[in-house]
């Protein structure tokens, strides 16, 4: 009897075990999809908006023109890419002051579940974030001669993925501000990379963090450019984002690059930030290092909300690297 006890103990064990290893899974799939625009890309981006429900007004996907009577293509274009839990709105006016020192048309994108609740958070993919990025920058093309491609934090990570590949055309140059090239607690980021590889992962990472993850600030200003509180499986896309940057061979990104970071930043890992520049083969590459930004935590290092004494700083220096690729690139 405790013999087919024993037996079917195990049995139920090992069943147990299979249905656990063929549950789901979170995908990881980097492909890029086609983007078709249409001509007024003022009327497509409002349209999407308008079908997103609970987006906070200021966070939406929009354009702002050099000349908005005219709309007409300048030499350069901006496209800036925010990073988790953020949106346009992270560190203005950063992107507008580069866009009116350099003549610019400026593209502000949305990444998908950013802008609106804490559940919206948890529905996006690393697919999703990458083809949002593929999606700003070819909105880009459409509005200047050349673009610049300019993220913060995650948003410095995307735009740094997409810069390296081979099936995208080069941008002008690439600026990431505080990229998230690693978590700045690495112990964390090692749990998450693991998880997301688990069947169940988002799952299992809700019974140890709970459904939600962190808490809304007393500013109703940073509520509206942040969601400060969201699913916690949000986390495992960005997790699976930084893995990819890990696969990726920096030695064979060749835009010009940029970045601009402290290495006092307690929320993604300056050193993974400074060994992944010194692989970089972008020519010409530069950096910026900040070591008292104003935002406690030192992360985000520009903008009115997090850090106004810093921000004409960053934008003289991106200024400077974007003006000196241009009269290198000029013939």
């Given at each position: 009897?405790i013999?087919?006890?024993?037996?079917g103990?195990?049995?139920?064990l090992?069943?147990?075990v299979?249905?656990?290893?063929?549950g789901p899974?979170l995908?990881?799939?980097?492909t890029?999809?086609p983007v078709?625009?249409?001509d007024?890309l003022d009327?497509?981006?409002?349209a999407?908006e308008a079908?997103?429900p609970?987006?906070?007004?200021?966070t939406?996907?929009?354009?702002v023109?050099?000349?908005?009577?005219?709309?007409?293509?300048t030499?350069?274009?901006?496209?800036y890419?925010?990073?988790?839990t953020?949106?346009?709105?992270?560190?203005?006016?950063l992107g507008d002051t580069l866009a009116?020192r350099?003549?610019?048309n400026l593209y502000?994108?949305?990444?998908?579940g950013h802008?609106?609740?804490?559940?919206?958070?948890g529905?996006?993919?690393?697919?999703?974030?990458?083809n949002?990025t593929n999606?700003?920058?070819q909105?880009?093309?459409?509005?200047?001669?050349?673009?610049v491609?300019?993220g913060?934090s995650?948003?410095?990570?995307l735009v740094?993925?997409?810069?390296?590949?081979?099936?995208?055309?080069?941008?002008?140059?690439t600026?990431?501000?505080a990229p998230?090239?690693?978590l700045?607690?690495a112990d964390?980021?090692q749990?998450l990379?693991r998880?997301?590889?688990?069947p169940?992962?988002?799952?299992l990472?809700?019974l140890?963090?709970?459904?939600y993850?962190?808490?809304?600030?007393?500013?109703?200003?940073?509520?509206?450019y942040w969601?400060?509180?969201?699913?916690?499986?949000?986390?495992l896309?960005l997790?699976?984002l930084i893995?990819?940057?890990?696969q990726?061979?920096?030695g064979?990104?060749?835009?010009p690059?940029f970045?601009?970071?402290s290495?006092?930043?307690?929320?993604v890992?300056?050193s993974?930030i400074?060994?992944?520049?010194?692989?970089?083969?972008?020519a010409?590459?530069d950096?910026?290092?900040l070591?008292d930004?104003?935002?406690?935590?030192?992360?985000v290092?520009?903008g009115r909300?997090?850090s106004?004494?810093t921000?004409?700083?960053?934008?003289?220096a991106i200024l400077d690297?974007?003006?000196?690729?241009?009269?290198?690139?000029t013939p």
């Amino acid at each position: 009897m405790i013999k087919k006890i024993t037996l079917g103990f195990g049995a139920l064990l090992m069943l147990g075990v299979s249905a656990f290893m063929l549950g789901p899974q979170l995908p990881a799939d980097t492909t890029l999809q086609p983007v078709e625009l249409p001509d007024d890309l003022d009327r497509y981006l409002a349209a999407q908006e308008a079908d997103v429900p609970n987006l906070r007004p200021g966070t939406e996907k929009t354009i702002v023109w050099a000349d908005s009577t005219t709309k007409a293509k300048t030499p350069v274009a901006l496209v800036y890419v925010h990073g988790f839990t953020a949106s346009r709105g992270e560190v203005h006016p950063l992107g507008d002051t580069l866009a009116a020192r350099l003549g610019a048309n400026l593209y502000y994108t949305r990444l998908t579940g950013h802008g609106r609740d804490a559940d919206a958070m948890g529905t996006a993919t690393l697919n999703d974030w990458l083809n949002d990025t593929n999606e700003a920058y070819q909105i880009g093309q459409r509005l200047g001669d050349e673009v610049v491609l300019i993220g913060t934090s995650m948003g410095g990570a995307l735009v740094t993925w997409l810069a390296a590949q081979e099936q995208v055309p080069d941008p002008l140059a690439t600026v990431a501000i505080a990229p998230a090239y690693g978590l700045h607690d690495a112990d964390a980021q090692q749990t998450l990379t693991r998880v997301a590889d688990w069947p169940w992962g988002e799952h299992l990472l809700q019974l140890q963090l709970g459904t939600y993850n962190g808490t809304p600030s007393d500013d109703p200003a940073i509520n509206r450019y942040w969601t400060r509180r969201y699913r916690s499986d949000a986390l495992l896309p960005l997790a699976q984002l930084i893995e990819a940057l890990n696969q990726t061979d920096f030695g064979a990104i060749d835009t010009p690059m940029f970045i601009a970071y402290s290495p006092n930043d307690n929320v993604v890992s300056p050193s993974a930030i400074e060994a992944r520049f010194a692989a970089l083969g972008a020519a010409p590459k530069d950096t910026l290092r900040l070591l008292d930004t104003g935002d406690p935590s030192n992360h985000v290092i520009a903008g009115r909300l997090r850090s106004p004494q810093t921000t004409e700083p960053v934008a003289r220096a991106i200024l400077d690297f974007v003006q000196r690729v241009q009269e290198g690139s000029t013939p």
